[in-house]
Nanobody, 123 residues
């Protein structure tokens, strides 16, 4: 059973930066593709970024390309999301997730999810 704990959410001004982190335990982290999803108020979970188990493949939502970077450290069982040039529309609960297989694009393709960490971007 994989346990994921997300952290780093905060209030930030538009144009600023922050980094979200996800600590994994209870499984072989390097065997899982990982992703960040977000859920804006009143909306569904959307994929933000995903990374393969080896870290050699990644995908991003069009809305965050060029601003966000997903990375992982398999030696430390951690996943990160560097968020630059944030916008008010990035406001959401952010979740990290894991799947024992290839990168997935939807919430239900993943096997494990963290609790949410809240990011609020003020204009």
């Amino acid at each position: 059973q994989v346990r994921l704990v997300a952290s780093g959410g905060t209030l930030v001004q538009a144009g600023g930066s922050l980094t979200l982190s996800c600590a994994a335990s209870g499984g072989t982290f390097s065997r899982y593709a990982m992703a960040w999803f977000r859920q804006p108020p009143g909306k569904e979970h959307d994929l933000v970024a995903a990374i393969s188990w080896k870290g050699d493949d990644s995908k991003y939502a069009d809305s965050v390309k060029g601003r966000f970077t997903i990375s992982r450290d398999n030696a430390k069982n951690t996943l990160h999301l560097q968020m630059n040039s944030v916008k008010p529309e990035d406001t959401a609960l952010y979740y990290c997730s894991a799947v024992h297989g290839p990168i997935g694009s939807t919430w239900y393709e993943y096997d494990y999810w963290s609790q949410g960490t809240r990011v609020t971007v003020s204009s």
